[in-house]
């Protein structure tokens, strides 16, 4: 499974932006996914996840009530709308496809990564 992730950008604080994720294949569709962040310097740490149907959604307490996940298992496709953003914000997110039909919280819980798209808030 190939994950292309894409709508990362640069923009001020308070901004909003939507992240796109699509796989190549459908094996998807049967798995939770998630976003995890990477900031300059730190270590890739949870964003949100969502499970195979869309039915749960989990989110990192730094984004809960700003950010969104959700999924469109037709298009093979998954979203995260970023509300709110700030400074803290600015990090490369990757999109990725968990072992089990849950989100995963965890990168070990991890199958298939994408190749990132930088998001970007000045303040």
């Known amino acids: 499974v190939q994950l292309q992730a894409s709508g990362g950008g640069l923009v001020q604080t308070g901004a909003s932006l939507r992240l796109s994720c699509v796989a190549s294949?459908?094996?998807?569709?049967?798995?939770?996914m998630g976003w995890f962040r990477q900031a300059p310097g730190k270590e890739r740490e949870f964003v949100a996840a969502?499970?195979?149907?869309?039915?749960?959604?989990y989110y990192s307490e730094s984004v809960k009530g700003r950010f969104t996940i959700s999924r469109d298992n037709a298009k093979g496709a998954m979203y995260l709308q970023m509300n709110s953003l700030k400074p803290e914000d600015t990090a490369v997110y990757y999109c990725?496809?968990?072992?089990?039909?849950?989100?995963?919280?965890?990168?070990?819980?991890?199958?298939?990564w994408g190749q990132g798209t930088l998001v970007t808030v000045s303040s």
């Open positions: 969502i499970s195979w149907n869309g039915g749960a959604t």
């Open positions: 990725a496809v968990s072992r089990g039909a849950s989100g995963a919280s965890q990168a070990s819980q991890i199958q298939y």
């Open positions: 294949r459908r094996t998807s569709s049967n798995n939770g």
